[in-house]
Structure formats: structure tokens, C-alpha cells
């Protein structure tokens, strides 16, 4: 089991910045991977940002080098920076952890409660 708490959402003005930041607990040693989804409502749940445990990150294409993902491994802690925040960035945001091999993903064997990101026009 992995238990995963993320906090850092709010309500921000167009152009704002937010940082969310997800703990995990529990047996995580059998992933090496973390990612940030975000789901506005009536879409489906979209991947925005992913880190291994080594460092290795990716972004969406939404993201346009606005965010920066990173991670502590000593607080098994994943982190999202979100600057110059657009009003089509609203949504829940969820954090997962998963396993990354040879340039492929596999997240979603657990979720966050999500936190949800607000950003007014």
C-alpha cells in the first residue's frame, strides 16, 4: 500500500503561481516514479508533469516551460511549481506514483485525494 497527500492548491489570478507538493508513505521502494495529473471538470484525468527517481522529468505539451517538477527522495517528496498559471489550468490536481522503463510510464496503482487548483481569468 502507498499512501500519497497532496497540498499546496488554492485559488490564484491568471498569470499567478502555485506550488503543490505530494508526500508519500508506505511501500513505495517498488516504484520509480512520480507524476502530477490534473482533471478539469468534464475532461478526462491528463498527465502534466512525471520525474523518476533518478531525476529524469517530462512535461506535456500544455505546460510550455511554465512548471517544474522535482522531488526529495529523503521525504519521498514530489513537488509541482506552476508559474504564469492560465485559467484552462483549473482542475484537481493528482498526484501518482508508477514505474518508468526504457521511456515508457506506467502510473495509477495509487492516487492523492487531489487538491484542487483554481485560476481566475
Known amino acids: 500500500q502507498v499512501q500519497l497527500v497532496e497540498s499546496g492548491g488554492g485559488l490564484v489570478q491568471a498569470g499567478g503561481s502555485l506550488r503543490l507538493s505530494c508526500a508519500a508513505s508506505g511501500s513505495i521502494f517498488s516504484f520509480n516514479a512520480m507524476g502530477w495529473y490534473r482533471q478539469a471538470p468534464g475532461k478526462q484525468r491528463e498527465l502534466v508533469a512525471s520525474i523518476t527517481s533518478d531525476g529524469l522529468t517530462g512535461y506535456a505539451d500544455f505546460v510550455e516551460g511554465r512548471f517544474t517538477i522535482s522531488r526529495d527522495n529523503a521525504k519521498n517528496t514530489v513537488y509541482l511549481q506552476m508559474n504564469s498559471l492560465k485559467p484552462e489550468d483549473t482542475g484537481v490536481h493528482y498526484c501518482?506514483?508508477?514505474?518508468?522503463?526504457?521511456?515508457?510510464?506506467?502510473?495509477?496503482?495509487?492516487w492523492g485525494q487531489g487538491t484542487q487548483v483554481t485560476v481566475s481569468s
Open positions: 501518482t506514483v508508477g514505474r518508468y522503463y526504457r521511456g515508457t510510464y506506467n502510473f495509477g496503482a495509487y
